[in-house]
C-alpha cells in the first residue's frame, strides 16, 4: 500500500492538502493510519500536524465508512422543504436514529451541512451520490433499494 | 413584471461549457486580450471608480480597491485566488455559474492576475461540487493550450466541508495545508495573504462580472441596477415558493418581485410569513418589507443584509423555532473552534433554541438566547461566530408568539 499511497501523494501534492486527502481517501474509503504517516514524510511534516489538519475538514474520515452511509441535509431550505419528515421515514424504515449505524452494520444514518442544491430540496446523498427532491416514501424506498439510485 | 438580466450567465444554456471554442465564439477572452493592452492602473480604476463593481460573495467591498491595494503591494510575488467555497445554506449561484459556463469565471481570474501583477492563482472549490473541480481543470487546460494563460498558472483546490473556508482568511489557511481557521485583520489577504504575501481573494460571481465590464465600459455597467451596487446579482430561491431556482437581476428589482414575480408566490396558496435574505448568517425581513431591492445598501438599511443573494421563503404553515433549530445546529457544527465565544456560544445556543422547540424551554431560556447573541455578536473573532445569531435575534422580535407558543404551559 505504501507505494500506492507514494504514488498518490506525489501526484496530488501541488494543488493543497486537502487534494492528496481526498485522493487517498477513494483508495481505502477513508485516510489510514499508514496513509497519514506517508504523507507526513512526503510533506516533511509530522503525523499530528497532518492530522491536526486533516481531522478538522468534515468530509475527510479516518474510519471505514457503512457499506451504505445516508447524508441528509440539515440547513434550513431543506427543513422548509420538509427534510424533517424525511429523517423520521429513515429512521423508522432502518430501526436508528441519526447519527447511528445498523446492528449490521450496512447502514448509517447521518447529517450533512448544506449541499448547494436548494432549489430541489430536501436533498440527502447516498455514499456521496445526490438524490434530490426527496419525500418520505422515497426515502423509504431508496432505504429498500439498498442506496441505489431511484 | 420581473426581468432577468443576464450578464454573468449571459452564455448559460447558449454555449457547451466544456468547449473553450464555443465561450470564444461566443465573444470570450476578448475582454482578457483587451484588459492586457490596457494600463494596469487605468484597469483597475475601470473597476473601482467607474464601475463601482462591488464583491459578490456577501461583505460587498469595492473590487477595484482590492485590486489596487493589491498591485500596490511592494514584491514580485503575489497571488489570485477565486473563492469558489459556496457553503452558505441556500445559496447555490456559484454552482450554476460554475457549471454553465468556467471559461467566464478563469477569464475574469486572468484579467486580475494581469492587473496586480500575480502568476499564480487558486480556485478553491467546495468539496460537494466534484464534478464542478473536474469542469474547471479542463477548462483551464483548454485555456492553457490556447496559450490564454501566458505564464500565469491556475489551479483547483478542493475544500472539505467546512463552511469557515468560506471565510477569506480561513480559506487561505486551508489552502496552505492547516486548519481553516480564521486570521485577525488586519492585516488583509492584499498585504499578507496566501503565504503571506498580497492576495486577491474575489468570489466565483465578482469574477465572471468582470469579462462583461473589461468588454463594454464601465459606464454600461453604472447604469445597470441600483446607484451604490450597480449590476445584476444572482438570486438563489429556496423555501416554500412555486418555483425553486436561480435567477440573475438588475439590483434594483425588489424582492416581492422575485418571489412572486419568478418565484410564483407561495406554495399550496398559503401566506407569506417572512423570507431570510442572504443565507442562514443573515436575518429574516418582514414582509412589509418586501418592497426593497435586492442591493447591499438598501438591505442595510432595513438593518437586513443582502449576503450571498439567498432568498429563502417560509410561509405561514411554519413556526420559526423549528427554522432556528437547523441554523443554530449549522453554527455549532460549522464553529471552527478557534475562540470561546462562538465554540461554546454556538453550542449553547442549539441547545436553548432546541429545548425551546420541543416544548421544553421556559422564559429565562430566551433570555438566555438573547444574553447570548448580544455578547456573540459583539465578542467572537470571525463573521461566522459574529453572525450566528442573526437570525435568531431578528426572529425574536419579530415573531415572540412563535417563542411564547412554544413555551412550557406552566411557564407562560
Known amino acids: 500500500m505504501k507505494e500506492k499511497y507514494v504514488e498518490i501523494i506525489r501526484e496530488y501534492k501541488r494543488e493543497s492538502l486537502l487534494d492528496v486527502l481526498h485522493a487517498l481517501q477513494e483508495v481505502d474509503g477513508y485516510v489510514t493510519s499508514e496513509a497519514i504517516e506517508e504523507l507526513a514524510e512526503e510533506f516533511g511534516s509530522t503525523p499530528a500536524r497532518i492530522y491536526e489538519s486533516a481531522s478538522f475538514y468534515s468530509m475527510i474520515r479516518f474510519a471505514p465508512p457503512s457499506e451504505v452511509t445516508i447524508q441528509i441535509c440539515h440547513s434550513a431550505p431543506c427543513h422548509v422543504a420538509g427534510a424533517v419528515e424525511v429523517i423520521h421515514a429513515l429512521e423508522d424504515e432502518l430501526g436508528i436514529r441519526m447519527g447511528e449505524t445498523t446492528s449490521d452494520g450496512k447502514y448509517k444514518l447521518e447529517y450533512v451541512e448544506c449541499l448547494g442544491q436548494c432549489q430541489d430540496s430536501p436533498c440527502l446523498l447516498v455514499n456521496g451520490i445526490l438524490h434530490t427532491r426527496i419525500d418520505p416514501e422515497k426515502g423509504r424506498e431508496l432505504v429498500r433499494k439498498g442506496g441505489v439510485r431511484l | ?412
Not at chain 2, 426581468?3 to 449571459?10: F, T
Not at chain 2, 465573444?27 to 484597469?43: E, F, P
Not at chain 2, 414582509?287 to 438599511?301: A, G, N
Not at chain 2, 456560544?345 to 421556559?362: F, H, P, S, W
Open chain 2, 1 to 412: 413584471m420581473i426581468r432577468e438580466m443576464r450578464i454573468v450567465l449571459r452564455n448559460a444554456g447558449k454555449i457547451n461549457p466544456a468547449s473553450i471554442d464555443d465561450y470564444i465564439s461566443a465573444g470570450g477572452y476578448k475582454a482578457l486580450k483587451k484588459a492586457r493592452t490596457m494600463d494596469r492602473k487605468d484597469l483597475i480604476g475601470m473597476l473601482e471608480r467607474s464601475g463601482n463593481l462591488r464583491g459578490r460573495g456577501g461583505a460587498g467591498f469595492n473590487t477595484g480597491s482590492k485590486w489596487g491595494s493589491a498591485f500596490q503591494a511592494e514584491g514580485p510575488e503575489k497571488y489570485v485566488i477565486c473563492n469558489a467555497d459556496e457553503g452558505e445554506p441556500g445559496t447555490y449561484k456559484d454552482r450554476i455559474i460554475m457549471e454553465n459556463d468556467p471559461h467566464t469565471v478563469i477569464e475574469g481570474i486572468l484579467i486580475c492576475a494581469y492587473a496586480i501583477g500575480a502568476k499564480d492563482c487558486y480556485i478553491y472549490c467546495r468539496g460537494e461540487y466534484r464534478d464542478i473541480n473536474a469542469l474547471l481543470k479542463l477548462a483551464i487546460m483548454q485555456a492553457r493550450e490556447k496559450g490564454l494563460c501566458d505564464d500565469v498558472e491556475i489551479r483547483v483546490a478542493s475544500g472539505a466541508g467546512s463552511y469557515v473556508c468560506g471565510e477569506e482568511t480561513a480559506l487561505i489557511e486551508s489552502l496552505e495545508g492547516k486548519r481553516g481557521e480564521p486570521r485577525l485583520k488586519p492585516p488583509f489577504p492584499t498585504v499578507a495573504g496566501f503565504r503571506r504575501k498580497p492576495t486577491v481573494v474575489n468570489n466565483v460571481e465578482t469574477f465572471a462580472s468582470v469579462p462583461v465590464i473589461v468588454e463594454k465600459g464601465a459606464d454600461w455597467f453604472r447604469a445597470i441596477g441600483s446607484l451604490n451596487y450597480p449590476g445584476t446579482k444572482l438570486i438563489c430561491l429556496s423555501g416554500d415558493v412555486v418555483h425553486r431556482g436561480s435567477i440573475e437581476v438588475p439590483t434594483n428589482v425588489t424582492i416581492r418581485d422575485i418571489v412572486y414575480g419568478f418565484g410564483g408566490g407561495i406554495q399550496d396558496g398559503r401566506a407569506i410569513k417572512t423570507v431570510q435574505v442572504g443565507g442562514s448568517s443573515c436575518g429574516f425581513i418582514s414582509p412589509e418589507h418586501l418592497d426593497i431591492s435586492v442591493d447591499f445598501e438598501s438591505m442595510r438599511k432595513i438593518g437586513g443584509a443582502l449576503g450571498s443573494g439567498a432568498v429563502m421563503v417560509v410561509d405561514d404553515n411554519h413556526n420559526i423555532v423549528d427554522i432556528l433549530v437547523s441554523i443554530s445546529e449549522f453554527f455549532a457544527h460549522e464553529s471552527c473552534g478557534k475562540c470561546a465565544p462562538c465554540r461554546e456560544g454556538t453550542l449553547r445556543v442549539a441547545e436553548l433554541v432546541k429545548r425551546v422547540a420541543d416544548g421544553e424551554g421556559i422564559q429565562a431560556d430566551l433570555e438566555q438566547i438573547r444574553t447570548l447573541a448580544d455578547h456573540m455578536s459583539r465578542s467572537c473573532f470571525c463573521a461566522l461566530g459574529q453572525s450566528a445569531t442573526t437570525a435568531i435575534s431578528s426572529a425574536m422580535s419579530l415573531f415572540p408568539n412563535d417563542f411564547q407558543s412554544k413555551l412550557k404551559a406552566q411557564e407562560v
